[in-house]
């Protein structure tokens, strides 16, 4: 896919948030999370040949944590090699990726606490 497809993609995908997804933003957004710098449906560039780029869209980003956060809605349950694919692919590039289920949200302040401990730079306050 060319660069300017991908743009369209993720601006569509941010566009059309699920619920669960909405309810984690709503946490993440504007440095609310530990004045940390989230972004939301970001773009992973893997892989380019010519002008053709391969990509992955990742739930939430923290480029200061290097840590993408991953909701897992039910779909999940029949993609697992895929999954597991892309996650070896992002933490070659680096990255740290936490996996969420989409029924783990039903207790926010749990959820909030696995992210802050996959924090690796949190300074002690």
């Not at 349950?77 to 969420?100: T, V």
């Amino acid at each position: 896919m060319q660069y300017g497809d991908i743009l369209k993609k993720v601006r569509q995908l941010r566009r059309n948030q699920t619920k669960e997804e909405k309810l984690l933003w709503n946490e993440l957004r504007n440095r609310k999370f530990y004045e940390k710098k989230f972004l939301r449906q970001h773009p992973f560039i893997y892989d380019s040949k010519h002008q053709e780029h391969f990509f992955f869209v990742a739930d939430f980003y923290c480029a200061e944590e290097k840590l993408v956060v991953e909701l897992d809605g039910k779909v999940h349950d029949y993609q697992k090699d895929r999954d597991e694919h892309r996650d070896e692919i992002l933490k070659a590039l680096g990255l740290s990726i936490l996996r969420i289920k989409n029924e783990e949200l039903q207790n926010l302040e749990k959820v909030k606490m696995k992210i802050r401990e996959s924090f690796k730079n949190l300074l002690e306050s």
